[in-house]
């Protein structure tokens, strides 16, 4: 079964108090996938015939706060990263990371077993320069490594405008404001176009990461409109997803906008939200505790015979 993985920077569980965003700001969209729940930790464990919500472990036996460095090398890999450096990281991966990731990236092992993978997200002209020089340096985060090290081309502005890429800001709204010139998009009309990109590939995953940024700044106009973004981002993919061929898993690398008390990440649960065929959500749920476990997850969903 083909697998869309979406995955928002900086996101966690938490509990129903004022300062979290998803509690307060309107989530029409989400609330309908969990028969009027909240995305917090009240609704861990909620599962119907459409979708069902997890909460993983992103601390994964580390002492600290979860940081998105490892969080994303975790989630891109299968192997507890933290516990490979002996400490949470931010920010960018190191060299010891950077070379785990070259090896068990999750683009490299799915394509190794022969399955078409793409990431939707759209680059500006700027990272091509860099791309001809192999990406020197280290302030390129995980997704971007994962691609480059497991041999997936890179979506470009043309691609964008052409309808085959979403930009990390899914509306365009970011580009427009540097002056690039593009169409401004409806989150809807953005989750469409992920749905249509999906729909040529076995997995294919998009990062979102506005979520963390609105997180540290605890800048609360921000943290309403990226919730609201959010919201209906994801409506729109799960109402165009084909659940009979197609898995959806919305998830995190650690928490931080769920808690605007704060400028700092959380030790919150992250969320794993799953849409499509119940059965299978059945499953792979009971295999899913932590970051660790998503990718196995999905290879699981791959290797799963629709019908």
């Known amino acids: 079964m083909k697998t869309l993985l979406i995955f928002i920077d900086g996101v966690g569980l938490g509990d129903t108090g004022a300062a979290n965003p998803f509690i307060f700001v309107d989530t029409p969209a989400i609330q309908a996938l969990l028969q009027g729940q909240r995305l917090c930790r009240k609704a861990i464990g909620f599962s119907d015939r459409r979708a069902s919500l997890l909460g993983l472990d992103a601390v994964l036996d580390v002492c600290g706060l979860p940081q998105s460095a490892t969080g994303q090398a975790t989630i891109f890999s299968g192997v507890n990263a933290p516990r490979l450096l002996g400490s949470h990281l931010n920010g960018y991966p190191n060299k010891l990371l950077r070379d785990m990731l070259a090896e068990r990236g999750i683009f490299k092992q799915f394509k190794q077993k022969g399955y078409r993978c793409a990431f939707a997200n759209a680059y500006r002209p700027p990272f091509f320069e860099h791309l001809k020089s192999g990406l020197p340096g280290y302030k390129y985060s995980c997704s971007t490594l994962v691609t480059y090290y497991g041999g997936v081309a890179f979506r470009s502005l043309d691609h964008l405008r052409n309808g085959e890429a979403v930009y990390m800001d899914i509306d365009n709204t970011f580009l427009q404001q540097m002056g690039v010139d593009v169409e401004r998009i409806t989150p809807e009309e953005a989750g469409r176009r992920l749905i249509a990109i999906s729909g040529r590939y076995d997995f294919t995953m ?24 959010l919201d209906r981002f994801i409506g729109a993919v799960a109402e165009e997803l084909d659940t009979t061929r197609v898995l959806l898993i919305v998830t995190s690398d650690h928490g931080n906008m769920e808690d605007l ?44 015979e629709c019908g």
Not at 278 to 290: E, G, P
Not at 292 to 300: E, G, K, S, V
Request: hydrophobic letters at 45%; a neutral charge.
């Open 206 to 229: 998009f990062e979102y990461f506005f979520s963390d940024l609105a997180g540290h700044s605890t800048d609360l106009k921000k943290a309403i409109q990226v919730v609201e973004t």
């Open 261 to 304: 008390r704060h400028k700092e990440h959380t030790t919150n649960p992250v969320p794993a939200l799953l849409v499509g065929d119940q059965k299978l959500r059945q499953i792979i749920s009971a295999r899913m505790n932590n970051l660790t476990d998503i990718l196995p997850a999905t290879q699981f969903v791959l290797a799963w």
